[in-house]
T-cell receptor
């Protein structure tokens, strides 16, 4: 069966520090991968999605970037965090041609 | 851009009551999904709908794909305390890469 792992679960980082969040999927090949951000009490904002290795589409211009170095690995990064980057970050995957998307457990990022 | 509207935004109900919430769009979709999110957790898929008019159940949950393909509803029967959470609808067109999410309905169940 397919599983998705996201880490760390929580992170407190100072303003201006770098960020690296990692997401991996097991049990499937060539999934579509997604990074979402959720502000407190709000809906989901799509940040990036990827349909294959090295293929990244950005939905919202900001100081975040994403990379997909391996088929089932999706990384969210920043060189310098801003206070406004605080939020709940969610990784999701979907098999190409299928409708259902599945989410990881999320990373709570607090920038101080 | 494409947007989904969910109503109500929040609801407080008594344990045992039935719940109904819906999701609407100005655009046509051919996939509708319903998720539940509990505090500090990622959304969990409840029901997926792929055909206009489709009615699908998952335990006490029932969801329908509207025949206009622009809406969907979710019903929860005989609510229990563990139903508390935020319910999100999501939609996609032709298995495209992106899903559109609604803003969520926050459900509180009073004992």
């Amino acid at each position: 069966s397919q599983t998705i792992h996201q880490w760390p679960a929580t992170l407190v980082q100072p303003v201006g520090s770098p960020l690296s969040l990692e997401c991996t999927v097991e049990g499937t090949s060539n999934p579509n991968l997604y990074w979402y951000r959720q502000a407190a009490g709000r809906g989901l904002q799509l940040l990036f999605y990827s349909i294959g290795i090295g293929q990244i589409s950005s939905e919202v211009p900001q100081n975040l970037s994403a990379s997909r170095p391996q088929d089932r690995q999706f990384i969210l990064s920043s060189k310098k965090l801003l206070l406004s980057d605080s939020g709940f970050y969610l990784c999701a995957w979907r098999n190409t041609g299928e409708g259902q998307a599945f989410f990881g457990q999320g990373t709570r990022l607090t920038v101080v | 851009g494409q947007q989904l509207n969910q109503s109500p935004q929040s609801m407080f109900i008594q344990e045992g009551e039935d719940v109904s919430m819906n999701c609407t769009s100005s655009s046509i979709f051919n996939t509708w999904l319903w998720y539940k999110q509990e505090p500090g957790e990622g959304p969990v898929l409840l029901i997926a709908l792929y055909k206009a008019g489709e009615l699908t159940s998952n335990g006490r949950l029932t969801a329908q794909f509207g025949i206009t393909r622009k809406d969907s509803f979710l019903n929860i029967s005989a609510s229990i305390p563990s139903d508390v959470g935020i319910y999100f609808c999501a939609a996609a067109w032709n298995y495209g890469q992106n899903f559109v999410f609604g803003p969520g309905t926050r459900l509180s169940v009073l004992p």
